[in-house]
């Protein structure tokens, strides 16, 4: 028996509410596995030798600021004292080109989980059509010629997926994870720019210092050395002893014209970093004392804090993406249902199209019952349950590579200050015997190959000295990256770690 047409009035409400409950429907199990973070594979604290003892964490305080919060929440304003330093540091986190690759895979990523979310809600569509069709009078039923038009208006969906089982949602979940290690990975590779920035800026201010060494010790040699040498022509400097001062003035000429090489390769490494030219007036003249803070380490567990590394975040977010997938994959060996619907008006004529009795509509649910497909399915399930397991192996490997990390670089801090100490008494002893050799060659008690070796050996303390001081500021830095410092500034704020709707 024929129903009675509807009006389309009577047609919306109908569909509204199939896609509503289609949409209630969808997500109502999720086959994901529980998440559970695996445990940090190394020790409970960073044990090291301080002045012969055996110590478990520790905590530097040099300047106020570092110790009144740990690392991973000091500002790099805050940590790095210097005026042109921190100028160029902003120039970097303006400029460089890693850092704007990295922020743009985050709006890549953003877009990507857009896309794959969208999968979990039913795709409305409105179409109007128009035919027009002219039968011939052979072919025609009433011997004549006819011509029929058909004009209509549609509003639905096609092939919304009920997602029973929750695979739309891990694919969603897992999208969100790849979105969260793209914003990690930012935030890792802005404190790796700004550690880097600052190593090659002092890395330029000691090769500076150390060329300014080489020129003054050229230039006290070559007169000396020209003393010596009119003492040679009236025979009263022996030629062992000139020979001996002009090899030591020629290997003074090499140093100056290494040095003034490896300061311009210094200035076009920082130049790359910043990603544009820097200000001569930002660049350092020499080595400053301090120029930054010496960050506070953690005396407690050094798990607490290595799982807010970027780094590590960024490798748990994978895990947990890998997690998700799992889901997905159970969730293909169940059966899937897809709903296809739409409704109407439908008339020969445009202005029939919204009189009573033209109402149409189509309801079309179909379901995908996997029954063989020669272990595909099996395969796909296996594969990403050992993506997770690599994951999980990735994670582990990343919080050991941290405690490495601080471990190596709390080692070096432990001796740092002994070393410094060390050396400047020694080259205040090298200096010293320097001066009292001059003194006894200008009295003719010595000769002047004696103050030759002594001068060489000052020089080479300085050097020493110079390096030193480099490495400790390094090493200051160096400390304050591995522990995750760097990105709390307000400059830059990172997005939100536990953002759950980046659209």
């Known amino acids: 028996m024929n129903r009675p047409a509807q009006h389309p009035s009577t047609l919306w409400p109908r569909t509204a509410?199939?896609?509503?409950?289609?949409?209630?429907?969808?997500?109502?199990?999720?086959?994901?596995?529980?998440?559970?973070?695996?445990?940090?594979?190394?020790?409970?604290?960073?044990?090291?030798q301080v002045d012969g003892k055996t110590v478990v964490g520790t905590t530097g305080k040099v300047g106020q600021a570092a110790s009144e919060v740990e690392a991973d929440q000091l500002g790099w304003r805050q940590f790095f004292l210097d005026?042109?330093?921190?100028?160029?540091?902003?120039?970097?986190?303006?400029?460089?080109?890693?850092?704007?690759?990295?922020?743009?895979?985050?709006?890549?990523?953003?877009?990507?989980?857009?896309?794959?979310?969208?999968?979990?809600?039913?795709?409305?569509?409105?179409?109007?059509?128009?035919?027009?069709?002219?039968?011939?009078a052979e072919l025609s039923s009433t011997g004549r010629a006819t011509v029929s038009h058909q004009q209509s208006v549609t509003v639905g969906m096609s092939a919304y997926e009920l997602d029973f089982f929750g695979r739309l949602k891990n694919l969603s979940d897992a999208a969100l994870e790849t979105y969260q290690y793209q914003v990690e990975t930012r935030r890792s590779t802005h404190i790796s720019?700004?550690?880097?920035?600052?190593?090659?800026?002092?890395?330029?201010?000691?090769?500076?210092?150390?060329?300014?060494?080489?020129?003054?010790?050229?230039?006290?040699?070559?007169?000396?050395?020209?003393?010596?040498?009119?003492?040679?022509?009236?025979?009263?400097v022996s030629g062992v002893d000139l020979a001996s001062l002009e090899a030591t003035v020629e290997s003074a000429r090499a140093d100056v014209a290494s040095y003034t090489s490896q300061v311009a390769q210094d200035i076009n490494a920082l130049r790359l970093l910043v990603g544009a030219d820097v200000d001569a007036a930002l660049l350092p003249t020499g080595l400053p004392e301090t120029a930054?803070?010496?960050?506070?380490?953690?005396?407690?567990?050094?798990?607490?804090?290595?799982?807010?590394?970027?780094?590590?975040?960024?490798?748990?977010?994978?895990?947990?993406?890998?997690?998700?997938?799992?889901?997905?994959?159970?969730?293909?060996?169940?059966?899937?249902?897809?709903?296809?619907?739409?409704?109407?008006?439908?008339?020969?004529?445009?202005?029939?199209?919204?009189?009573?009795?033209s109402g149409s509509w189509s309801f079309v649910p179909s379901i995908n019952l996997p029954i063989f497909n020669a272990g595909s399915l099996r395969a796909s399930l296996d594969s990403a349950k050992i993506t997770r397991d690599i994951d999980v192996a990735n994670y582990e490997k990343a919080i050991q590579t941290a405690f490495s990390e601080v471990a190596d670089a709390l080692a070096v801090r432990a001796t740092?200050?002994?070393?410094?100490?060390?050396?400047?008494?020694?080259?205040?002893?090298?200096?010293?015997?320097?001066?009292?050799?001059?003194?006894?060659?200008?009295n003719g008690i010595d000769s002047y190959l004696t103050t030759l070796v002594a001068q060489r050996t000052?020089?080479?303390?300085?050097?020493?000295?110079?390096?030193?001081?480099?490495?400790?500021?390094?090493?200051?830095?160096?400390?304050?990256?591995?522990?995750?410092g760097g990105w709390n500034e307000q400059t830059a704020q990172p997005v939100a770690a536990t953002q759950k709707s980046p659209s």
Not at 17 to 32: N, Q
């Open 17 to 48: 509410m199939i896609l509503a409950l289609a949409a209630a429907l969808a997500g109502c199990a999720s086959l994901e596995p529980d998440y559970a973070r695996p445990a940090a594979p190394v020790p409970s604290g960073w044990t090291q």
């Open 83 to 136: 005026p042109r330093l921190q100028k160029v540091i902003a120039a970097a986190l303006e400029n460089n080109r890693d850092l704007r690759v990295a922020a743009l895979n985050i709006e890549k990523a953003r877009a990507q989980y857009r896309i794959t979310d969208a999968d979990r809600y039913p795709s409305i569509s409105a179409t109007g059509s128009g035919t027009a069709s002219r039968t011939p």
């Open 193 to 236: 720019l700004v550690a880097e920035v600052a190593t090659a800026w002092l890395t330029l201010a000691s090769d500076r210092d150390l060329l300014r060494l080489a020129q003054d010790t050229y230039a006290s040699q070559s007169r000396t050395y020209e003393l010596n040498r009119r003492s040679h022509d009236i025979g009263t």
């Open 292 to 357: 930054s803070v010496l960050p506070a380490t953690p005396a407690g567990l050094p798990s607490q804090v290595l799982l807010r590394r970027p780094d590590v975040l960024a490798a748990e977010h994978t895990l947990k993406s890998a997690n998700a997938d799992i889901g997905a994959a159970r969730a293909a060996f169940f059966p899937s249902i897809t709903l296809t619907a739409d409704g109407g008006t439908a008339s020969r004529t445009l202005g029939g199209l919204f009189k009573p009795g």
């Open 416 to 442: 740092l200050d002994q070393r410094l100490d060390a050396q400047g008494k020694a080259t205040a002893a090298s200096e010293k015997a320097f001066r009292l050799s001059e003194a006894r060659y200008k």
């Open 458 to 484: 000052l020089y080479s303390a300085q050097q020493t000295l110079i390096s030193l001081r480099l490495t400790e500021q390094s090493n200051r830095i160096t400390l304050y990256k591995v522990l995750g």
